[in-house]
Nanobody, 115 residues
Framework: QVHVVESGGGLVQAGGSLSLSCVVSGTNFGVYTMGWYRQAPGSQREMVAAINGIGGAIYADPEKGRFTITRNNAQKALYLQVNSLKPEDTGVYYC???????WGWGQGTQVTVSS
């Protein structure tokens, strides 16, 4: 069974930065394209960044230039460096495959950006 654990969130002022991490167990992590997703209060979960097995990355338009997604296949870990944070970046951040498969969701990590 796949187990996903996200961490690194917190409360930060606008303009600040955070480093999010996700560790995956129970699967062959390196073969999957992975994504970071954000669920803002009252909104649907949306993809903010994704990265394939060899490091090719894509970003949602609002996150381009501010977010950087990376991965370490040997450690089965996914990372998201978030810079120049805005209040609209507030939400719970999750990692999962991209597109979504049948892993289920971890508990996520809360990011709150104050203005």
């Amino acid at each position: 069974q796949v187990h996903v654990v996200e961490s690194g969130g917190g409360l930060v002022q606008a303009g600040g930065s955070l480093s999010l991490s996700c560790v995956v167990s129970g699967t062959n992590f390196g073969v999957y394209t992975m994504g970071w997703y954000r669920q803002a209060p009252g909104s649907q979960r949306e993809m903010v960044a994704a990265i394939n097995g060899i490091g090719g990355a894509i970003y949602a338009d609002p996150e381009k230039g501010r977010f950087t997604i990376t991965r370490n296949n040997a450690q089965k870990a996914l990372y998201l460096q978030v810079n120049s944070l805005k209040p609209e970046d507030t939400g719970v951040y999750y990692c999962n495959t991209y597109p979504i498969t049948d892993w289920g969701w971890g508990q996520g990590t809360q990011v709150t950006v104050s203005s």
